[in-house]
């Protein structure tokens, strides 16, 4: 079997299991971040490395506990008053977009608490029919199966990292070995940076987000926001828009269009702030893919596997044009001018 017809078939099978797969891919993630980490601790301090890899797990397990701790009370807190007072928000939501507290709704006069107690109460019968609650309670027994999948596969994933990876070069003919690792060696400055620029955003976004909206706005709910914004981030050109528009939303039920205005000025200015300047310093050039190849890509991956195939859309996309770039070098072709047709007969 050609080696391409076989890539082909295991890329469809991989396609067709994809939601099986998808804690297998976190989980191959999150240890392409840590091994980094975790061979640089057994190099310095000369450990096995399973006692490395259950202290690093230890730690994030106390890191975890600790930020969950802290933050726990805040969140509950606004969570709660957010429930409390939804129908509310909802309501001047309506009136503040509409412009008016009652609308003509195919002849029919619709108030904005009408719509809004409608919406609640809909959303409250989903939620309480027998065989939506199963649907709910199975969704989340399922996404607590894929936390401890992720948790036990990345555990072996750090244990026996490099043995998979020689099982992977096995499968690579003895004479391009060499220029295979090379490639990889591409893909792997390239995927690498890219991730931890990723990571280091995510951080910064929350906590500049929060800082701007709490203390500087006094936003309601301001912490649950920065929080979506910073983990938005890792969805390109979709995230940000997702969270400075829930921002604004809320903005403009609690202090009206100027308020919900300056809120969505400072979203504009943190964006062009981290496209400018914080990307260059901490991704630099590592990722550079043209402007419509990265919507393409963002959404070709929503199309093909969702919200995980939106966030690895562009890693996926640089690494498709390393390869394009090994396999098809780009041509120096000669500047055309087009005041002279004649030159586009001028072979090549």
Known sequence: ??????????????????????????????????????????????????????????????????????????????????????????????????????????????????????????????????????????????????????????????????????????????????????????????????????????MLMAAVTWVVLSPVFHLRFALPIALATGMLEVIPLVGPVVAATVAASVALTQGGPQFALGVVIFYTIARQAEDQIVMPLVVGRAVHLHPVATVLAVLCGGALAGILGMVLAVPAAATIAVLVDEVWPEAHLPAYDTDRPDQANVQH
């Open 1 to 202: 079997m050609p080696g391409w017809l076989a890539v082909a078939l295991v890329l469809a099978f991989l396609y067709f299991i994809r939601d099986a797969v998808a804690p297998f891919v976190v989980a191959g993630v999150l240890a392409y971040i840590l091994v980094p980490v975790v061979e640089a601790v057994c190099k310095r301090f000369r450990a096995p490395r399973g006692v490395v890899v259950l202290l690093l797990y230890a730690a994030l397990v106390v890191a975890g506990a600790a930020f969950f701790l802290a933050l726990e009370p805040m969140v509950a807190r606004e969570t709660q008053e957010l429930v409390q007072n939804s129908p509310a928000i909802l309501e001047s939501l309506f009136t503040q977009t509409l412009g008016s507290e009652q609308v003509q709704l195919l002849g029919a006069t619709v108030s904005a608490r009408t719509v809004a107690a409608g919406l609640l109460a809909a959303a409250r019968d989903a939620l309480g029919r027998p065989t939506e609650a199963l649907h709910v309670a199975e969704a989340l027994v399922h996404g607590v199966f894929n936390v401890f999948l992720v948790l036990i596969v990345l555990f072996y994933l750090l244990l026996d990292w490099e043995r998979l990876i020689a099982f992977a070069v096995r499968f690579v003919p003895a004479g391009h070995r060499e220029r295979v690792g090379q490639l990889a060696a591409r893909v792997h400055a390239i995927l690498g940076r890219y991730i931890r620029g990723q990571v280091y955003l995510v």
